[in-house]
């Protein structure tokens, strides 16, 4: 095999892609229209779908994933200052 030569696409041409997938499109027509293989766009579906919150708030699974990332840096962050507390509280 002679290197990856794998296309690179920008944001925005993935994020229309998914969103003809959203309408209606097929894989195989996207397939057959833009050359994206079926691994790439099930990867792009995943991570450019978005997801409406109760507050009309619109994410993509990206914004999620970082949050969900964030939130584990704060719960982190949280322990250590619990466990700094229980160290220099006096008994």
């Known amino acids: 095999?002679?290197?990856n030569r794998s296309p690179k696409y920008t944001q925005e041409f993935k994020q229309t892609i998914v969103n003809l997938?959203?309408?209606g499109k097929t894989y195989s027509q996207i397939n057959k229209e833009y050359g994206v293989s079926q691994s790439a766009l099930?990867?792009?579906i995943k991570q450019?779908?978005?997801v409406k919150m109760d507050d009309n708030t619109?994410?993509?699974a990206k914004q999620i994933k970082q949050l969900q990332k964030r939130?584990?840096?704060l719960e982190e962050e949280?322990?250590?200052l619990k466990k700094a507390i229980a160290i220099f509280t006096p008994h």
Request: charged letters at 5%.
């Open 21 to 23: 997938y959203h309408s």
């Open 58 to 60: 619109v994410l993509t």
């Open 71 to 73: 939130n584990a840096q």
């Open 78 to 80: 949280n322990l250590i």
């Open 1 to 3: 095999m002679a290197g």
């Open 48 to 50: 450019y779908s978005e």
């Open 42 to 44: 099930s990867n792009w």
